[in-house]
T-cell receptor
Framework: GAVVSQHPSWVICKSGTSVKIECRSLDFQATTMFWYRQFPKQSLMLMATSNEGSKATYEQGVEKDKFLINHASLTLSTLTVTSAHPEDSSFYIC??????????????FGPGTRLTVL | DAKTTQPNSMESNEEEPVHLPCNHSTISGTDYIHWYRQLPSQGPEYVIHGLTSNVNNRMASLAIAEDRKSSTLILHRATLRDAAVYYCIPRRQNQGGKLIFGQGTELSVKP
C-alpha cells in the first residue's frame, strides 16, 4: 500500500509557541489530505480537509486561525498549531487520498505526531 | 453521517476466528462500508470495504447484511498482532469521502 509519513513523530513545546507538523505522501500524489486529532482513550476526530492548491475546509468547532493548514503541493500538507496551550496536547494524524471523490479511493494514514505542550 | 454502533470491547483467543459486529441502520444506499483498525500509538490501517456483496481479502472477510443495516468483520485466525481498535465507517460519497470515526471495538487477543 501507499506510504504516508509525518514529521516530527513527537514534539514537546512551551505554551504560547507555534508548532508545525508535516504530512507527506511518499509514493503517490494526494489530491486530498485530512487532519485528525485523537485524545487518549478516544476516537479520531476529523479537524479539516485540504485539497491541493485551495483553502482547507474545517469541521464545526475547529478554530481555523489556531490550526493553520497548508496543502501547497500534491505530496505535502502542513498543520501549524499556533500559540499552543496544554489543552492542545494530543495525537495528530494525517491521511491522504488520491483521485476524485469516489468512494473507491482508499485513504492512507500517517503514523501520527504526539504533541505535548508544557 | 450514518451512525454506527459497535461493542466497546471484545476478547478472543489466539488462532480462533473473531466476528466483529457493526450496526449502521441509518446507512444510505450509496455509502460504502469501510473497516479500519488502529494499533496502539499508530495511525489507522485500512482493513477492508464493501457495498453490498461479501468481500474477502488477505486480512479479513466482510459480511454485509442483505438490508445493509449491519455488517460483520471476520478475522479467520486471530493473532496477537491483531489486537487493535477496529472501526466500522460508512463513507458518504457526497461528503468528499471523509472518514468519520466512531468509538470502535477494542479487540484483545489472548495467547
Amino acid at each position: 500500500g501507499a506510504v504516508v509519513s509525518q514529521h516530527p513523530s513527537w514534539v514537546i513545546c512551551k505554551s504560547g509557541t507555534s508548532v508545525k507538523i508535516e504530512c507527506r505522501s511518499l509514493d503517490f500524489q494526494a489530491t486530498t489530505m485530512f487532519w485528525y486529532r485523537q485524545f487518549p482513550k478516544q476516537s479520531l476526530m476529523l479537524m479539516a480537509t485540504s485539497n491541493e492548491g485551495s483553502k482547507a475546509t474545517y469541521e464545526q468547532g475547529v478554530e481555523k486561525d489556531k490550526f493553520l493548514i497548508n496543502h501547497a503541493s500534491l505530496t505535502l500538507s502542513t498543520l501549524t498549531v499556533t500559540s499552543a496551550h496544554p489543552e492542545d496536547s494530543s495525537f495528530y494524524i494525517c491521511s491522504a487520498r488520491t483521485g476524485g471523490l469516489g468512494n473507491y479511493n482508499e485513504q492512507f494514514f500517517g503514523p501520527g505526531t504526539r504533541l505535548t505542550v508544557l | 453521517d450514518a451512525k454506527t454502533t459497535q461493542p466497546n470491547s471484545m476478547e478472543s483467543n489466539e488462532e480462533e476466528p473473531v466476528h466483529l459486529p457493526c450496526n449502521h441502520s441509518t446507512i444510505s444506499g450509496t455509502d460504502y462500508i469501510h473497516w479500519y483498525r488502529q494499533l496502539p500509538s499508530q495511525g489507522p490501517e485500512y482493513v477492508i470495504h464493501g457495498l453490498t456483496s461479501n468481500v474477502n481479502n488477505r486480512m479479513a472477510s466482510l459480511a454485509i447484511a442483505e438490508d445493509r443495516k449491519s455488517s460483520t468483520l471476520i478475522l479467520h485466525r486471530a493473532t496477537l498482532r491483531d489486537a487493535a481498535v477496529y472501526y466500522c465507517i460508512p463513507r458518504r460519497q457526497n461528503q468528499g469521502g471523509k472518514l468519520i470515526f466512531g468509538q470502535g471495538t477494542e479487540l484483545s487477543v489472548k495467547p
